[in-house]
C-alpha cells in the first residue's frame, strides 16, 4: 500500500501498490491503482489490522470504471494503476503543480480553462465527448498538423471516452473534464505515435505532440447546463 493526494481539493488516499499473484488479494479482485475506502492513511489501515475485530475486510474502489467502465471483453480499457495516475496528475495541476506520468517524460495536463458556473457532471469512461482541438508536433507552438476545423464540418469531433477512438493521450487526457473546460496535454511519444504516423507523415518517430482541447458537450450537456448531478439524467 501506498498514500497519494487525488481530487479538488486534494485529499489523502490509500492505494494498493502491488498485489502478490495467488494471494488472497488478487482472488478477492485487488489491482494496482485501486484505493481503499474508509482509510486516509496507512498508519489507519495499520491500527485496523492490529486491534480488529476480525476478519477484517476492505473495500476497494477501482478510479478506472466510473460506474459503467466495462469494455465487450469485460475489462476495464484503462487500469485502476493509470486512472489512480491521472487523478493525482489532474489534483497536483489543480493545486498549481505539474504532474507527470513518470519522474520525466510522461503525459502532462494543464487546465488553460476551467468551465463557468457549476460542474456536477464529469467525463468518465464510456461518455459521447463532443471536442473542438488542435493537434501540434513537439509542443504548444509547433506546427499544427490536426484540428477539429480541418474536418470541414463545422462540427466538434465526437468520440466514445476509453473506446480507443482517439490517440491513448488524448483518451486518458480527457478524463473528469467538465463541460466548457479546456485543457493542454503534452503527450509523449508512447501515447502517441511512437513509430511515426503513415496518416500524418509529417510526424517523426518518437515525437512529442501537444493537444489543446475544449470539450463542447459531454452526452449532449454543455457548460450552461450542466446543473444536474448525472443520476437524475439518465
Known sequence: LYEVKIGTPRRNVVAVLSVRTGGEGARAGAQPGMILLDYVGIEDVLKRISDGPYP????????????????????SIVSPDDALDLAERVSSQSAGQIGTANKSEGL??????EARGECRMKSR???TMQIRYDARIRDKDGAIYDSSEFRGTGQPYAYVLGNSD??????????????????GLRIPPELGYPNGSKLFK???????????VELVELNFVNEKNNDKPRDELY
Do not use: H
Open 202 to 212: 509529417q510526424i517523426p518517430p518518437n515525437s512529442y505532440l501537444f493537444w489543446t
Open 108 to 113: 502532462m495536463i494543464n487546465t488553460l480553462k
Open 125 to 127: 469512461r464510456g461518455d
Open 56 to 75: 477484517i475486510e476492505f473495500r476497494l474502489f477501482n478510479l478506472a470504471l466510473g460506474g459503467d467502465a466495462v469494455g465487450d471483453l469485460g475489462r
Open 166 to 183: 482517439v490517440l491513448k493521450g488524448v483518451d486518458l487526457g480527457t478524463y473528469d473534464m467538465c463541460p466548457g473546460e479546456i485543457r
